[in-house]
């Protein structure tokens, strides 16, 4: 009697589909994941997102593309997907930048099977304020069923499982590029992260890059108003002994 061998399953590594249905929701994907990943630079947790996560082995059909999701106590580094039964590690925090396409499905679908896969904390953000009120909306796993997270004093929604404070703030965004100029007037806002023990807003790579320059700007300026005043009152005692 022969042995037939398993056929190996071919598991896609894109759904065919953008990221982002636009530069905005894209670059507010980009902004989280790597706010996200230098917060967790040092320990045992995995960012990612856009990211094919199969939750069905040997069903390559069985698939969720989170926008940003993070796993804590497994590895760091590159994945070409994420399967659950080679990770053994299902998403702790799930966070979709809903729009006008993915609307329904962030919100009926995604919630449905993320409850039963029990990702513990989803959260729901619209960075245009056109399709959910309001913009920022988060549930918590209590039981088997997604409570609504309730805002505190500030609005924002505290994530138990991030230890982080999410809130929702006017876009800053650069001046010189006149669509993003356009985007600010009409009211947009991006998702921001506190630090719970610090009160400290977490920043991307780029964004502590350009701190820390201006911060360095800011002290040679000191340095040099400090220079300069040594020398006015270097001259002023010379003037005074030469009466």
């Known amino acids: 009697m ?3 061998p398993l056929q190996s399953v071919d598991y896609p590594e894109s759904d065919g589909k953008p990221m982002g249905e636009t530069d905005l ?7 989280l994941i790597n706010s996200l990943k230098r917060f967790y630079a040092r320990e045992m947790v ?3 997102g856009d990211l094919l996560l199969f939750y069905e082995e040997g069903n390559p059909k069985r698939f969720v593309v989170p926008d940003v999701f993070v796993v804590k106590g497994i590895q760091r580094g590159p994945r070409r997907s994420y399967k659950l039964w080679v990770e053994q590690r299902t998403p702790d925090v799930v966070i979709e930048v809903t729009s006008r396409k993915t609307k329904k499905v962030d919100s009926t679908t995604k919630p449905r099977l993320y409850r039963r896969l029990r990702v513990r904390e989803y959260f729901l953000f619209d960075p245009t304020s056109d399709y959910l009120n309001p913009p920022l909306q988060g549930y918590r796993l209590v039981n088997d069923r997604y409570a609504l997270i309730s805002p505190d ?3 924002a929604l505290v994530s138990e499982q991030l230890g982080l404070r999410l809130q929702a703030e006017s876009a800053q965004m650069p001046e010189a590029v006149p669509l993003l100029e ?3 007037s009409q009211g947009q806002t991006q998702l921001v992260f506190y630090r719970q023990d610090t009160g400290h807003r977490l920043l991307t790579a780029e964004e502590a890059a350009e701190a820390a320059a201006e911060a360095a700007e800011a002290a040679d300026e000191a340095r ?3 220079e300069a005043e040594v020398t006015r009152l270097r001259e002023a005692l010379r003037r005074r002994d030469n009466r």
């Open 25 to 31: 929701h894209r670059e507010e994907m980009v902004r």
């Open 153 to 155: 004093a500030q609005g």
């Open 224 to 226: 040099r108003a400090a």
């Open 182 to 184: 356009e985007m600010q």
């Open 2 to 4: 022969s042995i037939i």
């Open 46 to 48: 995995y960012v990612s």
